[in-house]
């Protein structure tokens, strides 16, 4: 298992103690790598010299993987059998190496976690700017304020190799951007509607592997602020960079709890929610697997969470509600299930991290966890082999299991479920929570606000 960590391009580290592999690798009889990339702009700026193309920081992923599959095996992994996987950013890294020609070929199966795509601060994770719109956004801003714009006695990029390092990754403007340079990045997102599977280096659009993604319920609660005491949702969404009708407003409504500053909240996370990761990536997975060109994708809605004290937006809207009995909080109580949040079980470091679980049903949670992403990673299928569960004793998630069925994977619609219907029921989700179940796509938001945000479920059949 090969970790890509997140940090908007701009921070985070493979080294984090969030990510700390013994459990997984232990319990999960895994072989588990976390890396280190170039970040901001020392790892993502592209200059108009024909040279400085940008994407430093994929091509370092890249060079890792090539690092992997070539000494893997001195450490009992195997280099044909390398899952990719990653949240936020790292995920968003994940989806560009199973689009670049430099990448596909060199991995087995794809983890994406929390993916962004759609629009605001999300849209350049899974579409990404050219060339001169990076150099517009980002390049030229930088290059002013170093004073290297009109470098005369030396090139640009000389100029700014001139300048503190530190001083240049931590400018008011910075580079973190995938950018097309016809190298690592060849189109301008990933091709899911059919022009091809790829098939290794310079043979293909996409890495038809398994994958294995999804998002948190409320993934989008983390990427806006919190509304005034007299704040509506008309009022309040464009101080948040979204401009919407009232169609779209009307699609999604305002919930009538006894807080109307909370109800705003509730709303408007809703609708990041589905702006910023639920709605194309759902539309993703619709469009590859009609396509065919993933064939085999599992998808998930994470629904509980357990929110890292490092990142902790709006608080305390993103941790368990305190209650009698529950002073670290209920998890059963409703609370915003936030980015990040999937963390800790998807590594089983709540106890390295040395948080109290907050009930019963934290650590067989992240046991289940942590059983289902090995077990994908070991047999590209997050149904754990039964007879591995119980040769090692995990009676925890052998009993989730058997309770909750099988987790489908994502159906190819019209393939005829005889009802005449749009065949929902093919588009399945597994709802990550304790116990876990099988839903729809349309489980906790409907395809029609998808749609009257811009982002219908066959987005990607005109879009890219």
Known sequence: MFLIHGGAFTGGTGSDSTFDGSGLASRGDVVLVTINYR???????????????????LADQITALDWVRENIRDFGGDPERITIFGQSAGAASVRALMGSPKAIGKFAAAIPQSNLAGSNYATTYSQYYNLSTEISVAAEPILNATGCLNATSTSQVDCLRQANAYALANLTTVARYLVVDGTYIVSDGLEVTGKGKGQGEGGGSVANVPVMMGFMRDDGAAFIGYPQANDTLGTFLPTQGFQLGNTTLDAFGVPSGPNSTLDVFNASALIATDSEFRCLDLATAYSAVNHGTIDTIYFYQFNRSYQTPGYDPNAPVCDAPVEPGYPRGNPEGEYFKCHSGDLYYTFGTIAYQGLAPRDGNDIPMAQ?????????ARNHDPNPEMAFLAARGFTNTTDEVARSGKWNKVGKSGAGDGDGDRDTGLQTLRVLQWPSFESSFEFHSSHEQCASLGFPLDYYETAL
Request: glycine share 14%; proline share 0%.
């Open 39 to 57: 970040l901001t702009t020392l790892g993502f700026l592209a200059l108009d010299d024909g040279v400085t193309n940008g994407n430093f920081g």
């Open 368 to 376: 289940m966890a942590v059983d289902r992403w090995a077990a994908f």
